[in-house]
């Protein structure tokens, strides 16, 4: 379930007004202001409050903090992210878990449809907001050394728990779910800011779709190459049908680097010429596009598989989608860099590439 910004605010609104009621709890199990057993305390930071605080302090603040008495409406996002943003990722304090218990309970008792997205949302900012300008802001460890990491994770055949060995032989103590974490973190960036630099790509399209298992389960990758080797675009989808189809052609033909198909060479899936009908319908496709089902024309594409699926093989699967997509897109962007499709950069050519993946996220070599 995807929340815009909108709906977060909307979200944000209502819980200020106090209209999304909290789960029911005894009232000897909660201290009121009136409470002779209240007792007020000023609070320097969100690390003071931690340690200072009581179950019971914690459980009313959590409770009734966000009202248009407590806080301002125009700052409960803002303070909401700053909270957050100052719980350490490698010390999840009783706090954090409080908190987050708190409000996971309210989708587990029957809760309203409001209660459940707010606590996706919040739940969707675990992940530290990424300011474009300074990336790390707030990580615990060197930029170079979490680039590097995933860097590693991207471009190799390695697990987590590889790359945790690996930083302790250099003296460095990494867990490996802190490495999993920058993956997340870091892989859609890299992705996202390495799509401008790309080289254009000619107009002989080779799509196929391969498959990822995801909880023990195949979700269908879907990927396209030019005729000389070159990445189109990619998309995982949990189905294989006429929409996946569809939908993905429609993410290529938006892509920047790409032009408009000559001819598209795809194998005997019968999702592809409804597809083919439905875009050409809508002029999104033009009309003089060849649709080819020819399966030995898509070996190149068909080749181009191996180097995503051996970096998927050490993980044995994803634990869930959004983590599958999330990676892949970074996989994907690696592999990119790799044939030499970003603009200045040969292929082959790693130091190149390293001095890319640094200057991309802002790191002086």
């Not at 789960?23 to 201290?31: A, M, T």
């Not at 900012?125 to 460890?141: E, T």
């Not at 945790?164 to 890299?190: F, G, I, K, N």
Request: proline letters at 5%.
């Amino acid at each position: 379930m995807s929340i815009n910004d909108e709906e977060k605010r909307q979200i944000m609104q209502e819980l200020a007004r106090g209209k999304p009621e909290m789960p029911h709890q005894e009232p000897s199990h909660q201290l009121a202001p009136d409470d002779k057993n209240f007792e007020a305390k000023d609070y320097k930071n969100f690390d003071d409050f931690a340690q200072r605080s009581s179950h019971d302090e914690r459980r009313q603040v959590f409770s009734q903090s966000l009202h248009p008495d407590k806080i301002p409406l125009s700052q409960i996002e803002p303070e909401l992210f700053r909270a957050i943003a100052q719980i350490k990722p490698n010390e999840r304090d009783d706090v954090a878990r409080a908190f987050f218990k708190h409000l996971g309970c309210v989708a587990k008792t029957g809760g309203s449809l409001v209660k459940v997205a707010f606590v996706l949302t919040v739940l969707s900012y675990w992940h530290p907001l990424m300011n474009p300008k300074h990336p790390f802001k707030w990580r615990h460890f060197q930029s170079d050394i979490i680039l590097l990491c995933v860097r590693w994770y991207l471009r190799y055949p390695l697990s987590y728990r590889d790359l945790s060995e690996m930083m302790l032989e250099r003296e460095l103590t990494v867990d490996h779910t802190t490495v999993y974490r920058w993956v997340q973190a870091y892989a859609p960036e890299l992705d996202k800011r390495s799509r401008v630099h790309l080289s254009s790509t000619n107009d002989s399209w080779r799509v196929d779709e391969t498959y990822i298992e995801v909880k023990s389960e195949w979700k269908y990758l879907y990927r396209a190459v030019d005729s000389q080797g070159n990445t189109l675009d990619f998309m995982l989808s949990a189905k294989r049908d006429a929409h996946a189809a569809e939908r993905f052609w429609r993410k290529a033909l938006k892509a920047l680097h790409n032009q408009e198909p000559r001819v598209i060479n795809v194998d005997k899936n019968a999702a592809y010429p409804k597809a083919t009908d439905t875009l050409k319908a809508e002029d999104t496709l033009p009309e003089t596009t060849e649709l080819r089902q020819n399966k030995y024309l898509n070996n190149i594409v068909e080749q181009d598989h191996r180097f995503i699926k051996r970096l998927v093989n050490p993980g044995m699967g994803f634990g869930s989608f959004n983590t599958a997509r999330r990676t892949l897109r970074g996989m994907e962007a690696m592999n990119m860099i790799r044939k030499g499709q970003v603009q200045g950069v040969e292929k082959g050519d790693m130091q190149v590439s390293i001095e890319l993946v640094s200057q991309l996220f802002g790191i002086a070599q």
